[in-house]
């Protein structure tokens, strides 16, 4: 970071909110000597490709070893023959203690594509049952499922997530919380 440039570019464009000075000629004299400065260091630099580490596993598909590679959405397990095999090896489910409140089964901690934590039956898609709220230890005393918690503290408050309990209140949307503030 150059603080000489940073402050210079400052006043230049103080200068033209104050009518001082052209635009089009300060980002001119910005603009041109950047694309070149950046056309050189493309030249000289080169990229560096990171090899994927390779696992003690073999592929299913091909007998290759497994390797942990690099995407835009995080790490995973692949081939390492890829592109002519393009096995995956899928991520285990995990299972949480706690049995779905509608059907019975072990409920399960899923990711959405967005990374964000749903936790639903591992019966789908038969039970369509899910939560977006962790469950908690605490039993609901009216139906014994599990709750889940709201707030923070002192204020955190149990709620039972079965649409079947007498003591199920369906959770408020972003605007219903924000108008009780």
């Given at each position: ?17 104050e009518?001082k ?7 001119d ?15 000289s ?6 090899e ?12 290759r ?20 095999c ?50 908690e230890?605490?039993k ?25 309990c007498?003591k ?14």
């Amino acid at each position: 970071m150059n603080l000489d440039f940073t402050a210079d570019m400052e006043s230049k464009l103080d200068s033209i909110g104050e009518s001082k000075a052209e635009w089009t000629s300060v980002i001119d004299d910005f603009y041109k000597p950047f694309v070149k400065k950046l056309a050189d260091a493309e030249q000289s630099q080169t990229r560096i490709k990171i090899e994927p580490a390779l696992l003690d596993e073999k592929c299913p598909e091909c007998g290759r070893p497994l390797a942990v590679r690099r995407s835009k959405f995080g790490q995973f397990v692949g081939c390492s023959g890829y592109p002519e095999c393009k096995y995956i090896k899928k991520k285990e489910k995990v299972l949480l203690p706690f049995n779905c409140p509608a059907c019975g089964k072990q409920m399960e901690e899923r990711v959405t594509k967005y990374r964000r934590k749903v936790y639903s039956c591992s019966g789908y898609p038969g039970c369509k049952f899910s939560t977006w709220k962790k469950p908690e230890e605490t039993k609901c005393d009216v139906c014994g499922s599990f709750t889940v918690s709201y707030g923070r503290g002192k204020t955190k408050v149990y709620k039972c997530p079965n649409p079947g309990c007498t003591k199920y209140e369906p959770p408020k949307g972003k605007e219903e919380e924000n108008s009780d503030e």
